[in-house]
C-alpha cells in the first residue's frame, strides 16, 4: 500500500509562488505514477497533474499550463507542484495521490493541504 503526504501550503498573495510537497513511501513505488488534485470549496475535485518517476508520463491541465510544474526526485521519493503566478481562482485543498501505471484510478490518497490565495 503507497502512502503519500502533501505539505507546504500556506497563505500567499496574487502572483506569489509556492511548491508543494508530497512525500511517497510503499513497495513498488516505481510503478505507481504520482497526481495532483485540488477542490475548491463548493467545488468539484480537480485533477491538476501527474508525473511517473521514469518521467515517462508527465502531464497537466491547460487551465494552469505555463504556471504549474509538476516534477519529481526519484532518491527522496518525493513529488512536487511547484506553482507561480497564483491566483485566487488557485485557492484549494492540494491533494496528492499516487495510481498503479497500468490502472487509472487514484486510490492512495493524502489528507490534503491548503493553499489560500489572497488577492
Known amino acids: 500500500q503507497v502512502q503519500v503526504a502533501e505539505s507546504g501550503g500556506g497563505l500567499v498573495q496574487a502572483g506569489d509562488s509556492l511548491r508543494l510537497t508530497c512525500a511517497a513511501s510503499?513497495?513498488?513505488?516505481?510503478?505507481?505514477?504520482m497526481g495532483w488534485f485540488r477542490q475548491a470549496p463548493g467545488k468539484e475535485r480537480e485533477f491538476v497533474g501527474e508525473?511517473?518517476?521514469?518521467?515517462?508520463?508527465?502531464s497537466i491541465v491547460d487551465s494552469v499550463k505555463g504556471r504549474f510544474t509538476i516534477s519529481s526526485d526519484n532518491a527522496k521519493n518525493t513529488v512536487y507542484l511547484e506553482m507561480n503566478s497564483l491566483k485566487p481562482d488557485d485557492a484549494a485543498v492540494y491533494y496528492c495521490?499516487?495510481?498503479?501505471?497500468?490502472?487509472?484510478?487514484?486510490?492512495?490518497w493524502g489528507q490534503g493541504t491548503q493553499v489560500t490565495v489572497s488577492s
Open positions: 510503499g513497495p513498488s513505488l516505481a510503478y505507481y505514477v
Open positions: 508525473v511517473s518517476w521514469s518521467g515517462s508520463i508527465r
Open positions: 495521490a499516487a495510481r498503479y501505471y497500468k490502472g487509472n484510478d487514484y486510490d492512495n
